[in-house]
Every structure is written in structure tokens, then in C-alpha cells.
């Protein structure tokens, strides 16, 4: 029992943070598609530095690059108003590939100091509360929500849309990254292609799912951790067959999701903001 | 006048690139850094290109199933003469790419199926799996060994068996706890299992699947384990006592040289079936190249005792003897020799008799010791 409950924050943790990092940019409007490949490639930044330099630092460096490529979609989704979810998709892929294509040296490699899975589990939840907190407590998290419900008059008010979603991008891609860096630091730790097996989507699917709550994200994540974790657990102690158990986690987020239809979305959500129009 | 000559070129192209060279060209259904299965193929691919000058070859990576069709297509475009498919999954599209390529040669890894131009091949472990068997039985204090599966296949069943077989003989009364995470290469779903089985007690790890997650898993909690399909021993150096490497160049050289010999042709491999054992030296038992069993186990494992046929022996002692008996050219020990029953009391290798090599590569029965679901178990 014990251990279900640790393994389901272990592996919710990536989950939540990368979670987290999506909610932020949807409350401003932002929809990003693209978590499986910032994902993919902070975790193979984070590795190479951590291997080369300090875990400590990789960490840092996974953030940096999930930043870099939450502003890179901002430049299409943001400034160029291209449609949201076709910029989000082409990052997804191009994340992907050229963490393939990159990391092909590090492949099979150990990490000889990993991180401590549970340092970033508490942090990942002090992230969260964090999260909530700014949403609702904070003038940027007023700003943010507005440019998310109606970036109108938003901007009629005085706030930089643009600057806001950037914002949101950026800070989500932190949290973006972290989750990358979790898995190749703390979680596996080592890397491989394809290594992120399709956590990201997962994690865009957690957003709907917590219904664009930072709080609900948390228990969201923990119980998709709790229920892949169990689908091993559980394996052969009872009559059901294995290949059922393994989509159980999917099934739930599906069932879910169908439940969860009153949920509201930001109001702006997917729509490219142009002053003009 | 433009599209003559272009035709013109192309032709003239394709009759250089065949040449006297030889092209060989690799279907991988992962990506060939996995430390798994497919970088073993891979190793296999380039030690056979430098072993032999007159090859040519290229491979296309994490190649899903419904795609490796439109591969075939391409290869053969490309001039391939030989294609090697590497996963079980891919039978279906081999068999069709050979009745449209009747002249290209095919050979499929793992696979049940041929055709005058279709062979098939395999190094198997099933006789390596039996003896880390016997290291795991002596190892495991709780006499619970964990092993984290890929699919429930006759080849994945009849290495758990072995390896279940080899347990056994040791410690008659464990059990080998078996979890499925239905996929080759998963690192959170085999990271997840491992714990699952740690949280059950299990003490000692064996795999069939393609990452050294299991190592690195177990290792945290202290828990001895055997590595798979590549040298494993660098990613937990006190915790790997041993484990399954492959060496496919070995039947790859054999395979191509004997192209190149006019040995095969697309018109006689109905009958060409690779099984490679031991004794082809197509596999190794090791936790490196070259070291059989981690020098930081083997006191632990001279002084643990079986008994075979009523006597006393160190199970070190019994592993190195075994190996080497199955490492000669007539080996006289195999695992699978009867009485054999399976876990529901059927008897599945009468007295005295070795399994056939059909009765192993239609392996679906568990042994007894095997605890878990066994999805297409016999009744």
C-alpha cells in the first residue's frame, strides 16, 4: 500500500510538472500540443549536461531549453497567430526528432550520480500550490486568466496580450522542461530516443482532465501514477487479463474526460489574438 | 527527350550500384541506440560489414509494423538484394514483399515462416537463460525471482520457462514472479514493474524486454540481476551477476557469405532455418564480453550447493560445467530434456526425451514455479 502511494507521486511527477506546464500557457490562451517533444528534448539537455557537468545544473539547462522552445512556439502561435494546435503538433514532431537525432552519443550510458526522485517530487508539488496561488492571487495570474477569457479587453485595459502569452510559455516550458529532466535524471536515469513514450500527450490530456486547476492537476497526475503502477501490481493476483490492465490508466483519462464535460476552458483558448480584428 | 534521359542515368546508376557488391539491408523495430535488441542487430550489421568487403549495407530504424512493407518497397528500389527483418511482427509483410520481389532474398528474424525466397533466423537463449536460472535460484534469499516480460510469445515463454527450469533446480520451492508490460521498449511501463515486484518481495531480476531499466531499478534497492541481450554489467557493476549477450554478426557472416557463394538462392531457402545455440557461439553467457559471471558473485555462488542426480554440487561449479558442455560442438545437456511437467501437472516432455526444435518454437505452457497470468496458457 505503502509503496503504491510512493510510486504513483514518483511516476505523477513528471506528469504533473509537464501537466502544469500546459495549464499555464491554456489559462492564457495558448494551447500547446507540443509537451512529448519539449519533453523529449529537455530531457536529453538535461542528460548531456548532467553527465558532463552536474545533475544540478542539467536540471537547470532542461528548464532553460523548455523555455526556449515555449517562446519558439509563442513565435507562431503568438506573433504570427498560426493556427495553435498545427504550430504545437510541428514542435511535438520536431522535438522528437531532433532529440533522436542529437542524442544519439548518449544513448546507453549510465548516469553515475542521479538526482533523488522524491527532491523533485516536492518540489513539482510546491509548484503546483505555487501555480494556484499565482492564478488566483497575483495581479499576473489576473492578467493571465484575462487574456485567456477575453484578450480584448484585456489588451483595451492595458495588458500586453502578446507579452502575457509569451510570458506563459516560457514559465510552462520551464515546467515542461523540468519534467524532461526528471525522467533522464532522476527517473530512469539515462537516456534514450523515444524515452518520453508518450507521457506529453498524457500530460495535455491531465490539463482537461483537472479541469485547468493547478490542485486537481496534482490529484490527477497521482492517480494515472497510481494506476499504471498498479496495472503491474495487481498482474496475475487477479482474474483480468494483462493487456486489460495496461490500458486501465487510459481508459480511466477517457472516462474521465467524457465525466468531465461541464468543465469550462478558457473562453480564448486556441484563438490567436489580433488587435486589429 | 529530359525524361529518356533521366530513365538513361537511373539505369546507368543502378547498374553501378550493383557492382560486385553486395547490398544488405536492415529492417529495426527500435531505435538502434536501445542498448536492446536492436542495437544488437546493429552490432551484428557492422561487424559483418567490416568482416566482409565485398558488403554493402543500410537499415531504416524504428520501423513500426504496418510500415515495413512500404520499406520493402524501398530497399528493393535501392538495390537490396539481401533484406534481414528483425522482428517477429514483421512476418506478414516479408512474406508478402517476397511474393512481389521473387528475386530478392529475404530472411526474417524469429520467425516461423518460409518461402523459397524467405529464411529465417535465430540466436536463441533458451539454454543461457537456464543457467542464470541457476545463479538466481542460489541468489535469491526470499525465493521470489522477479522477471519483467515483453509479450506473452512461444520465444519470451520458453525463456521464462528455462529460466524457471534453472531456479528450480536450485531452490525447488521458488517461484518466479512474471509480469508482461506488453512492449519491447517502455522504460516507465518496466520501471513500474520492477517496482511492482520489489513491493512483492522479489530479490533477484531477469528480463526479456529492451532497456537495462530493470538493472538500474533493482540495483537501487540492492537486488541482484542478469543482464539482456547486450553487455549490462556498466549499469549497475555490483548488482549484474550475469546475463544474455548476442552475437547476430555471427549468423549474418554465415548467412551472407553463403549468398555470395551462390550457397542460397531465392529459389532454395524453404528449408533454411537458423537456430543458433551456444555451441554456434551465436550466443554468450556473460555480464561482459568474456566474463561469464560478475568475479563479485562467484564466491557467493561456490558456496551456495544443488543436488543433481542425489549428489551435492556447487552451483558455481554446476553452471561452468554445463556451460561448457553446451558450448561444444555436441552438447549433451539441454534444459529442456524430460520428464518435464508444466504447472498444471501436464506432462509436456515425456522421460528421457529433449524437446524438439518445433516443440520450442511453439512454447506455450508455463513451468512449474512460473507464478502470474500466462495469457494463452493450454488447458
Same mark, same amino acid.
Given at each position: ?14 506528469? /504533473?510538472?509537464? =501537466? @502544469?506546464?500546459? +495549464? !499555464? %500557457? ?6 500547446? $500540443?507540443?509537451?512529448? *517533444? ?50 504545437g503538433l510541428a514542435l511535438a514532431a520536431l522535438g522528437l ?29 510546491? /509548484?503546483?500550490? =505555487? @501555480?494556484?496561488? +499565482? !492564478? %488566483? ?6 492578467? $493571465?486568466?484575462?487574456? *485567456? ?105 477517457? $472516462? ?22 | ?181 506488453n512492449a519491447w521498449y517502455d522504460p516507465a511501463k518496466a ?6 515486484l520489489l513491493a512483492q518481495g522479489a530479490d533477484v531480476f ?174
Amino acid at each position: 500500500m505503502e509503496e503504491a502511494l510512493l510510486r504513483a507521486v514518483l511516476f505523477g511527477t513528471p506528469l /504533473l510538472l509537464a =501537466g @502544469l506546464g500546459a +495549464l !499555464l %500557457s491554456e489559462r492564457g490562451g495558448v494551447v500547446n $500540443l507540443g509537451v512529448e *517533444g519539449m519533453m523529449a528534448l529537455s530531457a536529453l539537455v538535461a542528460f548531456a549536461v548532467g553527465l558532463q557537468v552536474h545533475p544540478a545544473l542539467g536540471v537547470l539547462a532542461g528548464m532553460g531549453v523548455g523555455s526556449l522552445l515555449g517562446l519558439f512556439l509563442g513565435v507562431f502561435a503568438v506573433s504570427l497567430r498560426a493556427n495553435q494546435f498545427v504550430a504545437g503538433l510541428a514542435l511535438a514532431a520536431l522535438g522528437l526528432g531532433a532529440s533522436g537525432l542529437l542524442g544519439k552519443r548518449y544513448e546507453g550510458t549510465p548516469l553515475p550520480n542521479p538526482l533523488p526522485e522524491g527532491m523533485l517530487a516536492m518540489l513539482a508539488l510546491i /509548484l503546483a500550490l =505555487g @501555480l494556484h496561488l +499565482l !492564478l %488566483s492571487r497575483t495581479r499576473f495570474g489576473l492578467y $493571465l486568466r484575462s487574456v *485567456g477569457e477575453n484578450p480584448k479587453a484585456a489588451d483595451l485595459f492595458g495588458v500586453s496580450v502578446d507579452g502575457v502569452r509569451y510570458l506563459a510559455l516560457a514559465l510552462g516550458g520551464g515546467m515542461i522542461g523540468l519534467a524532461g529532466a526528471y525522467l533522464s535524471l532522476a527517473y530512469r536515469p539515462s537516456w534514450t530516443d523515444g524515452m518520453t513514450a508518450g507521457l506529453g500527450w498524457v500530460a495535455i490530456a491531465l490539463v482537461i482532465l483537472a479541469a485547468w486547476q493547478p490542485l486537481r492537476a496534482i490529484f490527477g497526475a497521482y492517480l494515472f501514477g497510481l494506476l499504471f503502477f498498479l496495472q503491474f501490481r495487481l498482474q496475475g493476483s487477479v482474474p483480468i487479463p494483462s493487456e486489460a490492465f495496461a490500458a486501465m490508466p487510459y481508459l480511466l483519462v477517457i $472516462l474521465v474526460l467524457a465525466l468531465s464535460g461541464r468543465a469550462r476552458a478558457p473562453k480564448a483558448l486556441g484563438q490567436p489574438f489580433d488587435r486589429g480584428r | 527527350m529530359r525524361r529518356i534521359l533521366g530513365w538513361l542515368l537511373l539505369a546507368l546508376g543502378l547498374a553501378w550500384a550493383q557492382g560486385d557488391k553486395l547490398k544488405a539491408c536492415f529492417i529495426y523495430v527500435g531505435p538502434i541506440g536501445d542498448a536492446g535488441w536492436t542495437y544488437a542487430h546493429d552490432v551484428g550489421r557492422k561487424k559483418a560489414e567490416a568482416a566482409l568487403p565485398w558488403l554493402e549495407t543500410r537499415y531504416v530504424e524504428s520501423v513500426p509494423e504496418a510500415q515495413a512493407l512500404p520499406v520493402i518497397d524501398r530497399f528493393v528500389k535501392e538495390g537490396c538484394q539481401v533484406i534481414f527483418a528483425t522482428s517477429f511482427g514483421y512476418m506478414e509483410a516479408v512474406l508478402e514483399g517476397a511474393k512481389k520481389y521473387p528475386n530478392v532474398i529475404f530472411a526474417h528474424a524469429t520467425g516461423i515462416k518460409r518461402a523459397p525466397n524467405v529464411a529465417t533466423y535465430m540466436a536463441d537463449f533458451y539454454q543461457v537463460y537456464y543457467l542464470n536460472g541457476l545463479a538466481a535460484g542460489a541468489l535469491s534469499r526470499t525465493g521470489k525471482v522477479g522477471y519483467v516480460a515483453a509479450f506473452p510469445i512461444p520465444e519470451v515463454k520458453r525463456h521464462i520457462n528455462a529460466f524457471t527450469l534453472g531456479v528450480r533446480a536450485v531452490n525447488p520451492k521458488a517461484q518466479v514472479l512474471v509480469r508482461w508490460i506488453n512492449a519491447w521498449y517502455d522504460p516507465a511501463k518496466a520501471r513500474e514493474a520492477t517496482e511492482a515486484l520489489l513491493a512483492q518481495g522479489a530479490d533477484v531480476f531477469t528480463f526479456t524486454e529492451d532497456t537495462p531499466t530493470v538493472i538500474q531499478t533493482a540495483a537501487k534497492k540492492g537486488a541482484y540481476s542478469f543482464g539482456h541481450y547486450t553487455p549490462m554489467l556498466k549499469f549497475a557493476p555490483d548488482h549484474v551477476v550475469s546475463g544474455q549477450i548476442v552475437h547476430w554478426d555471427v549468423i549474418y557472416i554465415d548467412f551472407l557469405k553463403k549468398v555470395k557463394e551462390g550457397v542460397y538462392t531465392p529459389k532454395n531457402l524453404e528449408k533454411v532455418d537458423y537456430f543458433w545455440l551456444l555451441q554456434h557461439k551465436a550466443v554468450e553467457m556473460g555480464a561482459d564480453y568474456g566474463v561469464p559471471i560478475n568475479p563479485k558473485h562467484v564466491p557467493l555462488l561456490k558456496k551456495a550447493q544443488m543436488t543433481v542426480g542425489g549428489k551435492k554440487v556447487g552451483v558455481y561449479d554446476r553452471i561452468m560445467a554445463l556451460l561448457k558442455d553446451m558450448q561444444s560442438p555436441k552438447p549433451t545437456f539441454d534444459p529442456f530434456t524430460g520428464p518435464i511437467q508444466d504447472r498444471k501437472g501436464v506432462l509436456r516432455i515425456p522421460a528421457g526425451k529433449k524437446a524438439t526444435l518445433e516443440e520450442l518454437l511453439t512454447m506455450e505452457w508455463a513451468a512449474p514455479g512460473v507464478v502470474g497470468d500466462w495469457p494463452g496458457e493450454p488447458r
